[in-house]
T-cell receptor, first 116, second 111 residues
Framework: GAVVSQHPSRVICKSGTSVKIECRSL??????MFWYRQFPKQSLMLMAT?????????EQGVEKDKFLINHASLTLSTLTVTSAHPEDSSFYIC????????????FGSGTRLTVV | QQQVKQSPQSLIVQKGGISIINCAYE??????FPWYQQFPGKGPALLIA???DVSEKKEGRFTISFNKSAKQFSLHIMDSQPGDSATYFC??????????WGAGTKLIIKP
C-alpha cells in the first residue's frame, strides 16, 4: 500500500532556531500534501495544503512566514518552522494524496517538536 | 456546516465487548467518511471508510454503519481487544478536498 515516510520522529531545538521536517511518499506520487498540527488530546488541525509545484495554501491563523512549506517534487514535501519558540512545540503530521487516489489520504508517523 | 461531531469523548469497554463510536455531520455534500486509529506518538492510520451510497461496510471486526437521512455514521468494533485501545477519529470530505475531523474518542479496552 501507499507509504509516507516522515522525519525526524522527534526533534528538540533551541528557541530562535529553525527546524525542517521532511515528508516523502515512498511508492506513489503525492500530488497533494497536507500538513497538520496536533495538540495533546486534541484532533488534527490543518495548517496548510500544498500541490506539487505550487505555493501552499495556508489555513486562517497560520503564519506562512513562520511555517514554510515546500512541495518541490512529487515525492517530497518539507515543513520548516522558522525562529521556533516554545509555543511551537507540538506534534506535526503530514498526509499525502496521490494522483488518482481520489479519496486516499496516507499519513506520516508524525514529528514531535520540542522547543526549549 | 463543516463540522463533524463525534461522541463519546472517551469510552471504556470490557475485552470481548462491542465498542461503538458515533459521528454526525451537517454538510450533505460530504461523500467520503473514513475512520482513523491513532496510537500515542504516531500518525493516524486509516481503519475503514464508506461512501454515502452504502449503508454498511465491514472489514474484519470493524464495521461502519451509515445513515444518510439522519446524517450520522458510526464505528462498531466487535470482540474488542486490549490492542484496540487507541484514539479513534471520524472524518468527512467532499470531493477532492481536505478532511474535516471529529474531535476524537479515546477508547480503553479493559482486560
Amino acid at each position: 500500500g501507499a507509504v509516507v515516510s516522515q522525519h525526524p520522529s522527534r526533534v528538540i531545538c533551541k528557541s530562535g532556531t529553525s527546524v525542517k521536517i521532511e515528508c516523502r511518499s515512498l511508492d506513489f506520487q503525492a500530488t497533494t500534501m497536507f500538513w497538520y498540527r496536533q495538540f495533546p488530546k486534541q484532533s488534527l488541525m490543518l495548517m496548510a495544503t500544498s500541490n506539487e509545484g505550487s505555493k501552499a495554501t495556508y489555513e486562517q491563523g497560520v503564519e506562512k512566514d513562520k511555517f514554510l512549506i515546500n512541495h518541490a517534487s512529487l515525492t517530497l514535501s518539507t515543513l520548516t518552522v522558522t525562529s521556533a519558540h516554545p509555543e511551537d512545540s507540538s506534534f506535526y503530521i503530514c498526509s499525502a494524496r496521490g494522483k488518482g487516489f481520489y479519496y486516499g489520504y496516507t499519513f506520516g508517523s508524525g514529528t514531535r517538536l520540542t522547543v526549549v | 456546516q463543516q463540522q463533524v461531531k463525534q461522541s463519546p469523548q472517551s469510552l471504556i469497554v470490557q475485552k470481548g465487548g462491542i465498542s461503538i463510536i458515533n459521528c454526525a455531520y451537517e454538510n450533505t455534500a460530504f461523500d467520503y467518511f473514513p475512520w482513523y486509529q491513532q496510537f500515542p506518538g504516531k500518525g493516524p492510520a486509516l481503519l475503514i471508510a464508506i461512501r454515502p451510497d452504502v449503508s454498511e461496510k465491514k472489514e474484519g471486526r470493524f464495521t461502519i454503519s451509515f445513515n444518510k437521512s439522519a446524517k450520522q455514521f458510526s464505528l462498531h468494533i466487535m470482540d474488542s481487544q486490549p490492542g484496540d485501545s487507541a484514539t479513534y477519529f471520524c472524518a468527512a470530505s467532499m470531493g477532492n478536498y481536505q478532511l474535516i475531523w471529529g474531535a476524537g474518542t479515546k477508547l480503553i479496552i479493559k482486560p
